[in-house]
C-alpha cells in the first residue's frame, strides 16, 4: 500500500517564527488533506489539496502531485498553532474514501 | 449548530463487555467512517459507509461492528472480540464517497479497565 512520510516527526518554535512541514508519499493520489489536532484531540481539517497551492491566513499548503509531495507553511507562529498536524491522503483509483494518514509533526510554539 | 456529535466523550469498559459509540451528524453527508488512534500515532480506519444500509471494513475493522440504519448516525460497537480497545475514536463525515473534504467529531476515549 501507500506510504505517506512527514517530518519533522517533532519541532520546537519560538512564538513568530515561521515553519515548513513536509509531507511525502508513494503513489499518486487523488486526494490530500491537512489536519491540526489540537490538545484536546480535536481534529480541524486545514486544507484539501490534491494538487496546487492554496493559502488560508497565516498558513499556506503546496502539494506537486508529479513529485509527490505536499507542504505546509505556517508564518508567524502562534502558541495556538502548537498540536499534531497531519497529512492524509486518498490513492489510486480506489475512490473510496480511505484517507491514509502519516503520523503526524508535533509542533510546539513557545511564548 | 452543524457538526459531528459524538458520545460519550470518556468511556471506561471491563474487559468482556461491549461497548456503543454513538456519532450524529447534521450536515447531510453521505459518507460516514470511523477512525482508531493510538497515542503517538496517526489515525487508522476501522469503518466507513457510503449510503444508508451499507458499509464496508477498514484496515482494522476485527473486534468492531457497525451499523447505518438512518443517513445521520453511524455507531460503532466495541466487541469483546476486540483485543486491544483501548484507544481515541474518531467518527467522520463527508460530502462524497470520494472523500472531498472530511470533517471529524471531537473523539471519544474508551479506556478498558
Known amino acids: 500500500g501507500i506510504q505517506v512520510e512527514q517530518s519533522p516527526p517533532d519541532l520546537i518554535l519560538q512564538e513568530g517564527a515561521n515553519s515548513t512541514l ?36 497565516r498558513l499556506s499548503a503546496t502539494t506537486v502531485a508529479t513529485e509527490r509531495y505536499s507542504l505546509l507553511y505556517i508564518s508567524s507562529s502562534q502558541t495556538t498553532d502548537s498540536g499534531v498536524y ?3 491522503v486518498v490513492y489510486g483509483s480506489s475512490n ?16 | 449548530d452543524g457538526g ?31 477512525y ?8 487508522r480506519l476501522i469503518y466507513y459507509s457510503q449510503i444508508v444500509n451499507d458499509f464496508q471494513k477498514g484496515d482494522i475493522a476485527e473486534g468492531y461492528s457497525v451499523s447505518r440504519e438512518k443517513k445521520e448516525s453511524f455507531p ?5 472480540a476486540q483485543k486491544n480497545p483501548t484507544a481515541f475514536y ?18 471519544s476515549w474508551l479506556t478498558v479497565v
Open chain 2, 90 to 107: 474518531l467518527c467522520a463525515s463527508s460530502w462524497t464517497y470520494s472523500g472531498n473534504t472530511i470533517y471529524f467529531g471531537e473523539g
Open chain 2, 4 to 34: 459531528i456529535t459524538q458520545s460519550p466523550k470518556y468511556l471506561f469498559r471491563k474487559e468482556g463487555q461491549n461497548v456503543t459509540l454513538s456519532c450524529e451528524q447534521n450536515l447531510n453527508h453521505d459518507a460516514m467512517y470511523w
Open chain 1, 22 to 57: 513536509r509531507c511525502n508519499f508513494s503513489d499518486s493520489v487523488n486526494n490530500l488533506q491537512w489536519f491540526h489536532q489540537n490538545p484536546w484531540g480535536q481534529l480541524i481539517n486545514l486544507f484539501y489539496i490534491p494538487s496546487g497551492t492554496k493559502q488560508n491566513g
Open chain 2, 76 to 80: 460503532l460497537t466495541v466487541t469483546s
Open chain 2, 36 to 43: 482508531r488512534q493510538d497515542p503517538g500515532q496517526g489515525l
Open chain 1, 86 to 88: 497531519f497529512c492524509a
Open chain 1, 96 to 111: 473510496t474514501g480511505k484517507l491514509i494518514f502519516g503520523q503526524g509533526t508535533t509542533l510546539q510554539v513557545k511564548p
